[in-house]
């Protein structure tokens, strides 16, 4: 399948799926008959059986709830634009694409794809949705920094506080969350205060972030032996027993995402790690954790792209 091809399957599968959300808004009797008869008719290239999970949030989407996606697209609904409900649906469908791996390439393709259902639909239409991807692309990528903060926080607890449990590490993420609000804190660069409900408590982002924070650890934590062994390798001057705490896990964790998950490229996965460094590492840590994980790439002929 060419690429051309895996586009149009995926922009098809999205279109079906909002299609489908947009029916039950207002035949939801019908679904069963729809999907099978006019969704494969009109979508050809569509796998609906995709588009099923997104609707029904299932399968790999099971972790996402109809509260997550509503408190998640709210901030789209820009100001001045009729919120209709083929608009609703298709955002819907974008925010389950980006909330079911924040770390995946897939939403700028779902991107895409809104912008092919909503190409006919007048230029209004069109850069309100533009507009609402941005929005919920920003969220996404504050979603993405604050997970990947709660997991180094989390590597690092779990290198001084061996015998901790994952539930007692799970409160210890709540906690770091609680007190973002604390003057002083953190800096003004931590990114917890909007996942913080008016009252104090930790609104339903911020439970998810916690959430796919630990999951993320849980797959880094059995792989560090092979992970620091990558990491000595492309390491021409520092043995990784020097290495600080903090520049030793945020290497983990880059390593992890460029050797292992591999699902978002290689240049914004070192961008996002220095990033963190910058806040939380000594001054001279950006240049580091950028030199060495520009080496792995280079030791292991992974391409930036």
């Not at 991807?133 to 779990?158: E, F, H, N, P, V």
Request: a negative charge.
């Amino acid at each position: 399948m060419t690429h051309s091809s895996n586009c149009d399957s995926h922009a098809d599968t999205r279109t079906a799926a909002a299609s489908w959300i947009y029916a039950a808004s207002f035949e939801p009797n019908q679904l069963a008959s729809l999907l099978n008869a006019l969704l494969e008719e009109l979508f050809p290239n569509a796998k609906l059986d995709d588009a099923t999970d997104i609707v029904k949030l299932q399968g790999k989407y099971a972790s996402i709830t109809p509260e997550l996606i509503d408190a998640f697209i709210a901030q789209a609904h820009t100001d001045g634009y009729e919120i209709t409900a083929w608009r609703e649906a298709v955002l819907r469908v974008l925010a389950a694409d980006m909330l079911v791996n924040l770390k995946t390439q897939s939403a700028p393709m779902t991107e895409d794809a809104v912008t092919r259902i909503t190409d006919e639909l007048g230029p209004k239409w069109r850069g309100s949705s533009k507009n609402a991807c941005q929005w919920l692309s920003g969220l996404r990528t504050r979603m993405r920094k604050t997970m990947r903060t709660l997991t180094l926080a989390a590597l690092y607890m779990r290198a001084y506080r061996p015998y901790l449990t994952f539930d007692d590490m799970r409160e210890a993420l709540q906690s770091l969350v609680l007190r973002s609000n604390d003057d002083g804190f953190f800096n003004e660069s931590f990114p917890f205060d909007e996942f913080l409900a008016d009252d104090g408590s930790i609104n339903i982002k911020g439970r998810f972030v916690i959430e796919s924070a630990m999951k993320f650890f849980c797959d880094i934590y059995p792989n560090i032996d092979r992970l620091d062994d990558i990491i000595q390798h492309s390491s021409r001057n520092w043995r990784v027993s020097r290495m600080t705490t903090i520049d030793l896990n945020l290497l983990r964790i880059g390593v992890y995402e460029l050797m292992i998950e591999k699902n978002a490229s290689p240049r914004a996965i070192i961008n996002d790690t220095v990033e963190i460094a910058k806040i939380y590492s000594a001054e001279p840590s950006r240049k580091f954790v950028n030199g060495i994980l520009q080496q792995v790439c280079s030791d292991n002929r992974i391409t930036m792209g």
